[in-house]
Structure formats: structure tokens, C-alpha cells
């Protein structure tokens, strides 16, 4: 007889965990079946984000900032540092300790929660019984009254640009390099070829970007767009745009082997060499072998788990949460729909606010959005206000030494209720944060102009931002704008 719990979670990432901890957190008998395994044969939790994405890149992140710092950026704070070296095997072994310690985090957190782990890999059957690949074990079977599948994704791969896990590499391989490339190209001027493409640029690699669109950053608001690419050139990031990747393949040259890549824009066909290649063209969700046939879940046209709001599947007791199901691939949306689901499972209420979740760009300086952005309203014929207000004018952003960008705040023409907020700047990712609140708490524009903010801080843009909208900003030159 298989063995039955209360709720299955089939994957341990930011979406499987959370969800799994919190079920617990109810009362109710979980187990967590994951089958991570890192280089050394060891099993771990945390998935895509603690393992090989969000933990390590912002790790590398950090530490590539303070060496170009070092390099480049103390010298107008009366600091003179000669003979700057990068060690950057202490760094990788740096990223490495904060990933262990996070994930055996995760396990601690299991165990004084009474999550059970399950390590292997886990295949929905019908009547909500999951067999599982235990490695060393063979196959079991386990049975409970709910499952939830969540999965993850994994890196897309494109067919002309094969990868070797050597010279052409996806976002994982890209974590891991040995050496800095003297030139690098990265397939992709999204989310993750940018941060990629900052860290190795700031560690001394000639970086250029091939994208495929004729639009920089087409997911963010466009004024916000057009200041960072501006800014990203000033950095020496070469962003080629509209330009169509014909093929990539390690050859042969005088040096060793490099990449010889192919691609074709408005101005004809073009030829580059490059040390290493990264392959950063998005995701896919991992939703191949996660259930028999029978089982009938419905995926839609991109392969996505088909759910409702509330993350039912097609299948009743089947939930789906994370990158495995539509919107955005984001740790903290999938977290937040593991709690949803968590809580429904228990016979609360819960609920996801789609409209309201953030996004980050962990590039220097930070990019943050939520809400609408001039696009989306302009589209739909919306009226509304803008106000903006620019780092330049912040006495704490003058202290730090990080002037570029501004807040941009959205709010209703008529009821000046904010519609969304776009920061360009030191710690966007943070203040951000600020207004996902008071949008959540259905706040306007006045209500930030009238809150209180410490002084000095970077927060204090979002309320000088607020002012503008209504043309009362204190540290800018009046200029009030209606659409």
C-alpha cells in the first residue's frame, strides 16, 4: 500500500517549498519531493533560484560591483586604491558558501516544520498518486488527497546555437566560468542576459549583446528603457538590437577554440568571435514527464499547466504554481501563489494580486517596475498623470555617488489613484517595494505626497515623484503633466 499524506509538492524551488513549509505550517502531513543534485553528487533544495539563478548571480552581482568600484568609482570619494586584483576563484568559492548556506536553510526549515523530503524524481499517475525515482531505492509510489506540481523551468535553448557546456553555455554555465572571457557574446538583452552580461563586463570581459527585437527592454516602460540602454553603452556594453542569430559553433583559431557566431540585421550579415557564448533566450516550463498520459492535465500552446486563478488544475485535488504555469517567471510570484494555495487547500480564503507583482533588473543601477506603464495606458486611451523626479536631485543618491535615473509614478487622471511606478536607480529593487504597498492599499499619489520619509534617503524620490504628479515637487523645477 503507498504511503499518504495530506498534500504532495512535486518540486523544491521558491514556489514548492513555500508551499510546502506552509502546508505544514496548517496541519497538514506534507512531503516535498525534489531531485537536485549538485556537481558533487549531493542532494539540495531551493531549485533553480537558490542553486544556479537568483542566489548565485546576485552574489556575483555584489562582488563584481565592488571590484569595479575598486576600479573605478572611489577615486571622487578621496580614495586611492592601487593595484587592484581580482581573485576570482574566491569569488566563485564566495557565491558557492552563500548557496549552501541557503539551501541547507531550506532543510532546516523542513525538518522543524515536519516537511518530509522526498529525494527523487516525481511523475503524477492517476488518482493522485506520484511515483517517485527514488535514487537508490528504486521506484515508490505515494498517494495524498492534493498535489501540487511545481516544477520550475528551465533555461530555452535555440537549435542554431548548440550548447557544450563549455564555450556555448546557458545562464548556469555562465555562473561558473574558471577565467574571465576577453570577449563575450550573450544571445538575449532580457532580464538575465543584462545581469550576465553586467557581471562579466564589470570583471573586464568586452561584452556584446545580440537580441532579436528592435526594442530595448520592450517589458518596461519605454522612458525608463531608453535611459537605461543609454546608460548600459556608458558602461561598455555593446547592445546590438533587430539583429537575428544565424548560427553559433566553436571552431578552431590561432588562440585555441573560440565561438564564431553568425547573425544578420538591417545593415546585412556580420561575423564575431567570442571566448564564450552564453544562450540567454528565457525559459520554458518544466512540464515534460511531470504526469502520465492519463492523468489528462490540459497544457496550452507554450506548454504551460493550464490553472485558474487559484492555481487549479483541470484535474480536482491538482494544484500547479511557479514557472510550470502562465505569468511571470518570478521567485516571488511563485512563493506567493505556493501560500495561495497552501491556504485554500486548508479551507481559507487566499488570493494572488496579479496586477501588483514587482520586477527586478539586478543590473548597476537597479531597474524595479510595477503596475502599468506609459504603453499600457497610452494604448487603452487611459487618462493619467506623470510625475518624475531624478536621482540627480536626491541629496542621499549625491552622497553615494549613483545620480542616474529617476522614480516615475502613474497615477488615474481623475481619481489619482496610482496606476503604476517605474525606478530607474541605486536600490529600485527596495524602493519598489514601497509602492507595491501602497498600491495594494489602493493608495493616490496625494496619499505618498503626504507621507512622512526619512531624510536623507533614496526613498524620499518616490515621494518627491508623488508631488510631482500633482506639480508640487519641492526639489525640481515645477512641471506638471497631464495626459
Not at 62 to 86: A, K, M, P, T
Not at 464 to 471: G, H, I, K, Y
Request: proline share 2%; glycine share 8%; hydrophobic share 40%.
Amino acid at each position: 500500500m503507498s504511503e499518504k499524506y495530506d498534500v504532495l509538492v512535486m518540486g523544491a524551488g521558491p514556489a514548492g517549498y513555500v508551499a510546502a513549509i506552509r502546508c505544514a505550517q496548517l496541519g497538514l502531513k506534507t512531503a516535498c519531493i525534489d531531485n537536485w543534485i549538485t556537481k558533487d553528487g549531493k542532494s539540495v533544495l531551493g531549485g533553480t533560484c537558490l542553486n544556479v539563478g537568483c542566489i548565485p548571480s546576485k552574489s556575483l552581482l555584489e562582488s563584481s560591483e565592488l571590484f569595479s568600484r575598486c576600479q573605478h568609482g572611489l577615486v571622487d570619494h578621496g580614495i586611492n586604491v592601487n593595484n587592484i586584483d581580482l581573485d576570482l576563484s574566491v569569488m566563485m568559492q564566495r557565491k558557492n558558501k552563500i548557496i549552501e548556506d541557503l539551501t541547507k536553510g531550506i532543510e532546516t526549515l523542513f525538518k522543524s516544520n515536519k516537511v518530509e523530503w522526498i529525494k527523487g524524481r516525481g511523475r503524477l499517475l492517476t488518482d493522485k498518486r506520484v511515483e517517485v525515482d527514488v535514487n537508490a531505492d528504486g521506484i515508490k509510489i505515494y498517494q495524498a488527497e492534493n498535489i501540487i506540481i511545481a516544477t520550475g523551468s528551465s533555461s530555452a535553448d535555440i537549435s542554431c546555437a548548440p550548447q557544450d557546456n563549455e564555450y556555448i553555455v546557458d545562464s548556469t554555465g555562465a555562473l561558473e566560468f574558471s577565467e574571465v572571457p576577453k570577449r563575450l557574446g550573450v544571445i538575449g538583452a532580457g532580464v538575465i542576459g543584462l545581469e550576465l552580461g553586467s557581471v562579466w563586463r564589470r570583471l573586464g570581459s568586452e561584452v556584446v549583446i545580440i537580441e532579436a527585437q528592435d526594442t530595448f527592454l520592450s517589458i518596461a516602460d519605454e522612458q525608463i528603457s531608453k535611459d537605461s540602454k543609454r546608460e548600459f553603452k556608458k558602461q561598455g556594453i555593446d547592445i546590438r538590437l533587430n539583429a537575428r542569430l544565424m548560427s553559433a559553433e566553436v571552431v578552431d583559431v590561432d588562440q585555441g577554440k573560440q565561438v564564431e557566431v553568425h547573425y544578420q540585421d538591417t545593415k546585412g550579415d556580420h561575423k564575431e568571435l567570442f571566448d564564450k557564448l552564453i544562450v540567454a533566450v528565457g525559459r520554458r516550463p518544466n512540464s515534460d514527464n511531470v504526469f502520465e498520459k492519463e492523468v489528462d492535465l490540459l497544457l496550452d500552446e507554450r506548454c504551460y499547466i493550464h490553472v485558474n486563478d487559484q492555481c487549479e488544475t483541470s484535474v480536482p485535488g491538482v494544484y500547479a504554481i511557479g514557472d510550470v504555469v502562465r505569468g511571470p517567471m518570478l521567485a516571488h510570484k511563485g512563493s506567493e501563489e505556493g501560500i495561495m494555495v497552501a491556504e485554500l487547500i486548508a479551507g481559507n480564503h487566499a488570493e494572488v494580486n496579479y496586477e501588483l507583482i514587482p520586477s527586478v533588473i539586478y543590473t548597476h543601477p537597479e531597474i524595479a517596475w510595477v503596475g502599468k506603464n506609459e504603453q499600457h495606458l497610452k494604448a487603452a486611451g487611459e487618462n493619467y498623470k506623470t510625475g518624475i523626479f531624478p536621482f540627480a536631485a536626491s541629496g542621499r543618491a549625491r552622497a553615494l555617488g549613483t545620480i542616474t535615473g529617476m522614480v516615475k509614478i502613474l497615477s488615474h487622471g481623475d481619481t489619482d489613484r496610482i496606476l503604476g511606478v517605474h525606478v530607474f536607480g541605486p536600490q529600485a529593487s527596495e524602493i519598489i517595494a514601497q509602492a507595491v504597498i501602497a498600491m495594494e492599499m489602493g493608495a493616490s499619489s496625494e496619499d505618498l505626497g503626504l507621507t512622512v520619509f526619512a531624510h536623507p534617503t533614496l526613498s524620499e524620490s518616490l515621494h518627491e515623484a508623488a508631488l510631482a504628479v500633482n506639480n508640487n515637487a519641492i526639489h525640481i523645477a515645477a512641471k506638471k503633466s497631464i495626459k
